[in-house]
């Protein structure tokens, strides 16, 4: 066993068998109609949950939740953004003159904010809903659950301050945030869990980065331990967030990478925002004393694709 994982707090470890018995117990296949299927959770998200979210707003203050396009090269960035100038206003002999820039980005990892699309994990071949994976995507991109079907969405955003809960300025990579965890934020800081709501995950991540450097999160971070998926469930959440990628790593699951992935897109049609920058959300919510907002989302419309870098916004 590695240093890090005698060091992590991420149990309890189930087997691989376990896990899959706990993903048949919670997958939600069968709660959608043929019709409503592909957009998995986000059907909690109804035009009376929109309009009920600004409520929320109170100030019109907003907070880009995005990390910044990063095109450095790091032990969480492997394959880093592209941007360059593709024209500039010396070689244009025309009025006006334009300059213009180009940007690429291979964004599935960890330097990235992005939302991952329910086709972008199978789990024992199967996508949300059971739909074959090796069927549905190709290399042309995928036919099912796509992130242009997903499209955009707003509704009420509650923020889990997990290093907070624990007075703490982050958790420690390979700390996992349990079901009581979340039921005992939800006390001390006023606020309950409901249908289509967003939830975002604090714990630190990039607080701690700016404190310590780099580290590769891929298999050392804090985030969710699985048994927190079934109060999800319960509440109808609508998207999971965090700072990180929301899965504790090391995994707790024997032979599973990503418990939380595997559970909340093939399992429940959970969307997932990977990599929110989070710091000045906590500082605001904890300033204000109020753990709620309107949040919106809006991927790019990329047909067949499998997620998209995203710009969330958290309106007080």
């Not at 998995?40 to 929320?56: F, Q």
Request: with cysteine; glycine share 8%.
């Amino acid at each position: 066993m590695s240093s890090q994982n005698a060091n992590s707090n991420n149990g309890p470890h189930i087997s691989f068998k376990e896990f899959e018995a706990l993903f048949n117990e919670l997958k939600t296949w069968d709660q959608y109609t043929p019709e409503t299927l592909e957009r998995g959770a986000l059907n909690y998200i109804t035009p009376s949950v929109t309009s009920a979210s600004a409520r929320e707003v109170k100030t019109g203050e907003m907070i880009t939740l995005a990390l910044a396009w990063n095109t450095v090269p790091g032990l969480d960035n492997q394959k880093p953004a592209l941007h360059y100038m593709s024209e500039m206003t010396d070689v244009d002999d025309m009025e006006p003159k334009c300059n213009m820039d180009f940007i690429g980005v291979d964004f599935h990892g960890k330097a990235v904010t992005h939302m991952d699309a329910m086709t972008h994990i199978s789990y024992l071949g199967k996508l949300f809903g059971g739909k074959d994976s090796k069927i549905e995507v190709t290399s042309q991109g995928s036919n099912w659950s796509t992130i242009d079907k997903l499209g955009p969405f707003v509704t009420r955003g509650v923020l889990l301050d997990a290093a907070l809960m624990r007075e703490v300025a982050w958790l420690e990579p390979g700390t996992a945030i349990h079901k009581e965890d979340v039921l005992a934020m939800e006390e001390k800081f006023g606020f309950k869990i409901g249908e289509g709501d967003c939830i975002l995950l604090h714990a630190g991540h990039h607080r701690r980065q700016k404190g310590h450097g780099m580290w590769d999160p891929s298999d050392f971070s804090a985030g969710f331990h699985f048994d927190v998926m079934e109060l999800f469930k319960e509440r109808k959440v609508s998207v999971i967030g965090a700072d990180g990628d929301s899965d504790v790593r090391p995994s707790p699951v024997e032979g599973t990478h990503s418990p939380i992935h595997a559970l909340a897109l093939p399992g429940m049609g959970i969307p997932l925002l990977d990599n929110v920058y989070l710091e000045k959300l906590a500082d605001h919510c904890a300033k204000a004393k109020r753990w709620t907002f309107q949040i919106t989302v809006a991927p790019l419309n990329v047909p067949g694709g499998t997620g998209s870098p995203v710009n969330p916004v958290a309106i007080f």
